[in-house]
């Protein structure tokens, strides 16, 4: 999802949901969730609201300091983020 101000833009991007680690990993919803909250410095995966609120902020005019700059909701999530 991007919003276009003019000469930048802005992108937000969906990590893995729970979901598809599980199906990923063969395991349970319940142990993708802990598995997922064990490499995430906040101890659990972002929400969908808090990645709106990101995407909210990034259509605003207060992200007008953000020129292309990347923003990451990821929660802190440690890893390599894939573009």
Known sequence: ?????????SVAEMART????AR?????VEEAERLAAST???GRMV?????GDVVA??????SVALNGDPVVASG?????IHY
């Open 57 to 62: 902020f990034l259509a605003s005019p207060h």
């Open 24 to 28: 990923a990993r063969g395991v349970s």
């Open 76 to 80: 802190g999530m440690r890893g390599p």
């Open 18 to 21: 729970v979901q598809t680690l």
């Open 1 to 9: 999802m991007a919003a276009d101000t003019g000469d930048d833009t």
């Open 40 to 42: 995430v410095s906040i």
């Open 47 to 51: 929400t969908a609201e808090e990645v």
